[in-house]
């Protein structure tokens, strides 16, 4: 394969494993003696030398330290757990060993089922510096030794191996110096095993220091050996058995552990210390390193592939030298699910109903016992009309009457004039009609809920803050988002030979729509913290950390002094608000002229009247006073950490910042299709249009509800809902009417009448099309799960004065969308720490926060009575009388009382007479 520029020069210069994906062959050339040169990739491609000879060579790469366990050789070791491995297949056991003196018969391990059994033994025989490693199979002793090989004051990697046939060997810093025939030990469980110390009680313990102790159920090669000396391991390599890198202890109750990388076999340290090192031939000093995964896909083959890659760092003469992308191994990619990108804010709903977590404590499961519901509902309907009506017919008019008439003149041949006249007589008509009559009406509609739920969700306390009210259930402060958002594949990588996972991707999905999706998210508790109605659980600070200064600051300012849901001034400002705007709309409609119908005057209508103002919530916390600046000094104060904020997110994510803003500006385009579905369709007329925006002015679009709790079972509910409608209508009509007939004027003698008969025949035919869209919120609470027991008893006397709640009184708010909701969200109401989080959710809303603000509506609730009883029986003895001889007791003090008075008398009474 090609390698890229960066993965040719960190190779150019470090050493490989031999491992890397892709390595055919590697030659370190260390060897420094003889003429082969090794294939460090274990095909077995070696070299041999011919006419070259070996150099000196330093590495630019340095050592960065390590830890090692350092012991005193009087009481120092390490004893490890019970083990019980298979050696049948051989062993080797290896560690870096310094020593400090060579003791008598020290060990560097001893494992064994006590003095004699089963031993294997790895030590320096007597005091002198030879190396030998003892098999007993049973209480048979065989072994092999390597004579005047140890030093002192250097670190030296010693290695005994035995292979199934018993051949063993013993290796110095990678190198053979010994060999020889001794027992493969038993396959039984050694449960007295140690580091530093000997199964026999007269021996001597280890002096010196010791770092990665190793144990294999096989024989290792010496290129295994000389491969894995220099570096730690993983502890997941095959056939390892125990593996102690010996470089930290971690306390474990009253032990002291040094870490079993392998399994559950650790090790327990027994004075030993660890120490930093700097000469021990394991890392480097001047080198950082970081180990990443990549996913790429293949340029000829297209499929995708993934790679555990290494990051190098280390100085230069004036900054450091980087160098990336070093392969180290192949990666398994796994498809694991989806996650968010990209998405949208719509709106939030900041948690379940207030509750009183300090009622919570007669049951451990309190999951459900209040919710929140917002019901959106869209309804859509279509209908055609065609109507048809046609018709047969006949009219008859007739007239009957004398026509009479006075005429002048006379003679033969002279001239007759009509002088006057008259027609006087009768009139009668008669209309004869049938109609016929179709029509066809056709309807679709459709409805659509979406209901946004939350319901209260926590664990039991494990151990009782407060211990006079017992374990509580905890609500766990969680909000709801409602987002927009693209679909993504999360992948993870994993090890190919252990199968851990190293790294996760998460990728956009190309070709699939944004679609609607929800966030939950961890609430600021500074901000309100569910449990804990104003702060205070009974008469106590909820949290140390976030209300220690309420029951102080309460004493001095009452109910005035805000926390968490208990925010007075917060909770009124904002009904009132809302008040206004309902007032605002009554008026509206009072004014609104509808006897002027032209399209000016309408015009001119709907824009009447005052402008809608947004509900907007203002924190008493932000309100500006003497010692504040303005709104807008606190937005502009407020802006410099937002920004850099959003700088931080934008570097960190900048190479999906592309494909985040194509993805929003669909999404942005999904929202517009969405508000279109409101709007009326061009083929109505300019006005219809223009009568939507009455709803602009007159629509509610904001909800107050008021809910009282007691705990005696009575609840008070305020709740608000509202629709909007809008209703169109066109269409067209045609109308024939027609008549054919005969018409006569008939004069007989005197009489004179007239005659007119028709045919008729007509037809109406109308078309029409309406449009009926319909939008209604509401706000529903649910307080069906809040404990009352445990408060009063049956005569209304508080089991716990001022420390259970008795009665509450909250609001719900439901805000329609705006710019401040989307800012107060982020500056407020998530969490800021989870928000940092690697948490999924919480990466999806850093992506929210990064783009362009959208109007969110959001759900809020504020708590503005709190009632903990204490005064019912205030100054009532409550002692209880419960046996006879403690009432026989109370009248002998009375009794003694009485005497006493009357003495006393006596003595005043004397008193007198002495002064008189």
């Known amino acids: 394969m090609a390698l890229k520029p960066e993965e040719i020069e960190i190779n150019s210069k470090i050493l490989l494993s031999g491992n890397e994906p892709g390595l055919l062959g590697y030659y370190p050339l260390n060897e420094a003696t003889g003429t082969e040169v090794r294939d460090a990739t274990g095909s077995g491609r070696n070299g041999t030398i011919q006419g070259a000879s070996w150099w000196n060579c330093t590495a630019v790469i340095g050592n960065l330290g390590n830890k090692v366990l350092q012991f005193d050789g009087q009481n120092d070791f390490i004893s490890v757990p019970a083990l019980n491995a298979d050696f049948s297949q051989g062993l080797t056991v290896e560690a870096w060993v310094y020593y400090n003196s060579f003791n008598s018969w020290s060990r560097l391990m001893d494992f064994g089922i006590g003095r004699g059994q089963d031993n294997i033994v790895f030590a320096n025989p007597g005091t002198t510096n030879n190396l030998v490693l003892n098999i007993r199979r049973g209480s048979v002793d065989t072994q092999i030794q390597a004579s005047g090989v140890l030093q002192t004051g250097v670190w030296m990697h010693l290695v005994g191996t035995v292979d199934a046939a018993g051949n063993a060997k013993l290796y110095k810093d990678g190198q053979l110096i010994q060999s020889g025939q001794i027992n493969l030990p038993n396959n039984v469980n050694r449960t007295s095993n140690y580091i530093g110390k000997s199964n026999w009680a007269e021996d001597a313990y280890f002096n010196g220091k010791m770092a990665e102790f190793r144990l294999w159920k096989k024989a290792r090669t010496i290129e295994e050996i000389q491969a894995a000396m220099n570096e730690p391991l993983t502890g997941q390599q095959t056939d390892l058995v125990l593996y102690l ?11 002291l552990k040094t870490p079993n990388v392998v399994g559950s076999n650790s090790g327990t340290v027994n004075q030993a210390i660890v120490v930093a090192d700097n000469t021990l031939p394991i890392g480097s000093s ?35 030298n980087l160098l990336p992308d070093k392969r180290i191994e192949q990666l398994n990619l796994k498809w694991i699910g989806n996650a968010q990108f990209a998405p949208t804010l719509l709106g939030y709903i900041e948690g379940p109903p207030p509750i009183p977590s300090e009622n919570l404590t007669e049951s451990d499961d309190y999951n459900g016992a209040t919710s929140v519901e917002l019901t959106i509902s869209e309804d859509v309907e279509f209908s055609w009309n065609r109507a048809q009506e046609s018709g047969l017919g006949s009219t008859i008019d007739l007239f009957l009457g004398v026509d009479t008439q006075v005429l002048t003149g006379g003679g033969a041949g002279a001239i007759t004039l009509k002088k006057a006249g008259a027609i006087v007589g009768g009139a009668g008509n008669l209309n004869l009609n049938y109609q016929f009559i179709n029509e066809s009406n056709i309807t679709s509609s459709s409805s659509q809920q979406m209901t946004d739920k939350l319901e209260l969700r926590g664990t039991q306390e494990t151990s009782a ?23 993504a594949d999360v992948f993870i990588t994993k090890l190919a030979r252990s199968g851990k996972m190293v790294g996760y991707q998460v990728q956009p999905v190309e070709g699939i729509s944004p679609d609607v999706n929800t966030i939950t998210f961890l609430i600021n508790p500074t901000y309100t913290m569910n449990g804990s109605l104003d702060g205070l659980t009974g008469s106590n600070a ?129 929202i517009k299709d969405l508000e279109k579905r409101y709007q009326a369709t061009d083929s109505f007329a300019g006005w219809q249009k223009r009568m939507e925006d009455i709803l602009a002015r007159s629509g509610k679009r904001n909800i107050v509800n008021t809910y009282v709790w007691d705990a005696d079972g009575g609840l008070r509910a305020e709740a608000q809902s509202f629709a909007s409608t809008v209703e169109h209508t066109i269409g067209g009509s045609f109308t024939l009417e027609a008549g054919f007939g005969f018409y006569g004027d008939f004069d007989i003698g005197p009489l004179d ?22 939008k209604g919120i509401q706000l529903n609470i649910d307080l069906s799960g809040v404990e009352s027991k445990g408060i009063t ?26 710019n401040s909701n989307f800012y107060d969200f ?48 205030f100054g009532r003895d409550l002692r209880s009388l419960k046996k006879e001889e403690e009432i026989d007791a109370i009248k002998k003090l009375t009794k003694n009382q009485q005497a006493l008075e009357e003495k006393l008398d006596k003595i005043l009474a004397l008193l007198k007479e002495k002064l008189v």
């Open 245 to 255: 890198p010996l470089s930290e202890t971690k306390p474990e109750g009253t032990a």
């Open 286 to 320: 001047a080198l950082v390193s970081c180990e990443y995964s990549t996913v790429s896909i293949d340029p000829i083959t297209r499929r995708k592939s993934a790679l555990m890659r290494r990051f190098f760092a280390y100085p230069a003469l004036n900054g450091v």
């Open 465 to 487: 803050k407060f211990s006079h009210l017992g374990k509580r259930f905890i609500p766990k402060n969680v909000g709801y988002a409602l987002v927009i958002s693209s679909l």
């Open 542 to 670: 909820t949290s140390d950390r976030f209300f220690r200064h309420v029951p102080e600051m309460r004493s001095q300012y009452g109910s005035l002094y805000p926390a968490s849901y208990y925010r007075l001034q917060e909770a009124y400002d904002l009904k009132q608000q809302i008040e206004r705007e309902d007032k605002r709309r009554e008026s509206y409609f009072s004014q609104f002229n509808v006897r002027l119908i032209d399209e000016t005057s309408l015009d001119r209508e709907v824009g009447s009247g005052e402008v809608p103002l947004g509900i907007s919530l203002e924190r008493e916390e932000d309100k500006a006073t003497t010692d504040t600046t303005t709104d807008a000094g606190k937005e502009a104060s407020q802006q410099p950490q937002l920004d850099k904020f959003n700088q931080e997110l934008e570097n960190s994510t900048q190479k999906q910042s592309e494909l985040a803003k194509k993805k929003k500006e669909e999404i942005k385009s999904k």
């Open 753 to 774: 009448s007239e005659l007119t008969a028709l045919a008729t025949v007509n037809m109406t035919q109308t078309m029409t099309k309406t449009e009926v869209r319909s």
């Open 793 to 818: 008893d049956y005569n209304d006397y508080p089991i716990l004065p001022g420390e259970k709640v008795d009665r509450y009184r909250f609001m719900s708010f439901y805000l329609e969308g705006s």
């Open 826 to 873: 982020f500056n407020y109401v998530v969490d800021p720490e989870w928000l940092q989080s690697n948490d999924e959710e919480a990466r999806a809303l850093r992506q929210v926060m990064v783009g362009k603000p959208n109007k969110a509506w959001r759900v809020l609730h504020r708590a503005t009575y709190v009632e903990r009883p204490a005064l019912m029986g």
